[in-house]
């Protein structure tokens, strides 16, 4: 298996592109089974994840053709056509690989009138349940049942009618489902407490680009007014935020200084936030966001929560970052149970870090030693590069294909800007 090597100490400096955001196009992507004409999306990220959701389409029988890009290009372009949908089931071998793949429930369910999903199971950030995925479809109407590790969801003849459902807890994955099932119901839906994070956001501008009718996007109210029918679209996805949010914390850990191409600064609030209190500059500049820091950090207290407060996709970066401020910092973690993996490889690399539940306290220090490290999730991964960049000597970081998921040409782009980096094979 592959590895990554950083030689640390190096600061970083130029321009960085951000690529198109992964967990948008997780959930443009399965818009094309909402109509049969063809959905064309433009910068999607070339990534393990995409690959995976692009098979699992055309598992359903839907086409899928990847045009040609320029080499100076980052983004693909990807046209999807669901003609006929051939068959309704997203099988456990697929769906276990890539959990994302429980996003096809509400707009197969809305095309077909039922779909059946195997159930993600578990992960390794916690136990992720689907409840509030089923129970939103059954409030707007669908029937559904488990049996065998599988989830059916089957809407009345004539299809969903419609209804009202309020989230107990802020769900992005619900709240996608449910829109994506709502826009061709019969009647009128109401979604209350929903996400609003700025991938849902992406979502809609998508939706309503296919004829769909909602109301209240960008806040946690939403009205969908069902349509009888979507039509084709192309659409851009968003510039991806945690991965611009990720390189902002390489740049600031090296005492550097980066552009960061495409990167939106109204997207990344709570970020460009913790990073100022960190005492990193960040500033927007035309067409992206400048980052630049003397190396000297300074510590935050904060805790993850819902968008616009601060991304847990965002919290181990951060926490990279922090190991090497001045003072002690507070990080609690609200999200998901069990997002502290990184803390035990970061401590190996010479980081002083507790854990009390789901509040970590980071004691900063003077340096970080490189070490052989290795992550059980994406984020987790890129803390451990963050902290790599930083690190006196070399350091290595194993099970790159979590990286992999999440992180376009990671090296390339690292390199681009001056981190000694290289991937290579091992075993
Ligand atoms: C979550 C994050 C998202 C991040 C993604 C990948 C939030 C609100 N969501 O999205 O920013 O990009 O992980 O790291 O920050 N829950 C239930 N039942 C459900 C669904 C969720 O109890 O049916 C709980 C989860 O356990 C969690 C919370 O709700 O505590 C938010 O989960 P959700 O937003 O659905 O997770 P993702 O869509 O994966």
């Known amino acids: 298996m592959d590895k990554i090597i950083i030689e640390g100490g190096k600061r970083l400096s130029g321009t960085i592109p951000v690529s198109g955001a992964k967990n948008a196009a997780l959930t443009l992507l399965p818009c094309a089974l909402l109509t049969d004409e063809p959905l064309t999306l433009r910068n999607l990220p070339r990534l393990a994840d995409i690959d995976g959701f692009q098979h699992l389409m055309n598992q359903f029988g839907?086409?899928?053709?990847?045009?040609?890009?320029?080499?100076?290009?980052?983004?693909?372009?990807?046209?999807?056509?669901?003609?006929?949908?051939?068959?309704?089931?997203?099988?456990?071998?697929?769906?276990?690989?890539?959990?994302?793949?429980?996003?096809?429930?509400?707009?197969?369910?809305?095309?077909?009138?039922?779909?059946?999903?195997?159930?993600?199971?578990?992960?390794?950030?916690?136990?992720?349940?689907?409840?509030?995925?089923?129970?939103?479809?059954?409030?707007?109407?669908?029937?559904?049942?488990?049996?065998?590790?599988?989830?059916?969801?089957?809407?009345?003849?004539?299809?969903?009618?419609?209804?009202?459902?309020?989230?107990?807890?802020?769900?992005?994955?619900?709240?996608?489902?449910?829109?994506?099932?709502?826009v061709t119901a019969r009647g009128k839906s109401t979604l209350h407490n929903a996400a609003r994070e700025p991938e849902i956001v992406d979502l809609c501008k998508l939706l309503v680009a296919m004829g769909a009718e909602i109301e209240g996007i960008g806040t946690s109210d939403l009205v969908i007014h069902g349509v009888p029918r979507l039509h084709g679209a192309t659409y851009m996805v968003m510039p991806d935020r945690i991965e611009a949010?990720?390189?902002?914390?390489?740049?600031?850990?090296?005492?550097?200084?980066?552009?960061?191409?495409?990167?939106?600064?109204?997207?990344?609030?709570?970020?460009?936030?913790?990073?100022?209190?960190?005492?990193?500059?960040?500033?927007?500049?035309?067409?992206?966001?400048?980052?630049?820091?003397d190396g000297k950090l300074r510590?935050?207290?904060?805790?993850?929560?819902?968008?616009?407060?601060?991304?847990?996709?965002?919290?181990?970066q951060l926490m990279a970052l922090v190991c090497r401020a001045e003072g002690s910092s507070v990080l609690t973690e609200t999200i998901f149970e069990n997002r502290y993996m990184h803390?035990?490889?970061?401590?190996?690399?010479?980081?002083?870090?507790?854990?009390?539940?789901?509040?970590?306290?980071?004691?900063?220090?003077e340096k970080l030693t490189g070490a052989e490290v290795m992550a059980t999730d994406l984020r987790a991964s890129m803390s451990l590069v963050i902290a790599g960049l930083a690190a006196e000597g070399e350091t290595q970081v194993h099970r790159l294909y979590h990286l992999d998921r999440g992180y376009e040409r990671l090296e390339e782009k690292l390199a681009l800007v001056g981190a000694q980096i290289e991937r290579v094979g091992s075993d």
């Open 62 to 182: 839907i086409s899928t053709m990847i045009a040609g890009s320029r080499p100076e290009d980052f983004g693909r372009v990807m046209t999807l056509q669901a003609t006929r949908i051939t068959s309704s089931v997203a099988p456990y071998d697929l769906v276990r690989k890539m959990r994302a793949s429980i996003l096809v429930l509400g707009p197969m369910l809305a095309r077909m009138g039922e779909a059946t999903v195997s159930l993600p199971g578990g992960c390794a950030i916690g136990n992720r349940p689907i409840d509030l995925h089923l129970k939103a479809l059954e409030a707007l109407g669908a029937q559904i049942e488990l049996a065998a590790g599988y989830v059916r969801a089957i809407a009345p003849d004539g299809g969903l009618p419609g209804g009202r459902y309020s989230f107990p807890v802020v769900s992005v994955g619900a709240t996608e489902n449910a829109l994506m099932a709502a």
């Open 245 to 293: 949010g990720s390189y902002a914390c390489a740049a600031a850990i090296t005492g550097g200084e980066v552009t960061l191409k495409g990167a939106r600064i109204e997207e990344m609030e709570a970020t460009v936030q913790a990073l100022r209190d960190a005492g990193v500059a960040i500033e927007p500049v035309a067409g992206g966001l400048k980052v630049a820091s």
């Open 343 to 365: 803390v035990p490889e970061l401590n190996r690399m010479g980081a002083r870090i507790e854990t009390k539940g789901r509040t970590a306290i980071v004691h900063g220090v």
């Open 299 to 316: 510590p935050v207290t904060l805790s993850t929560a819902p968008y616009p407060g601060f991304a847990t996709d965002m919290q181990a």
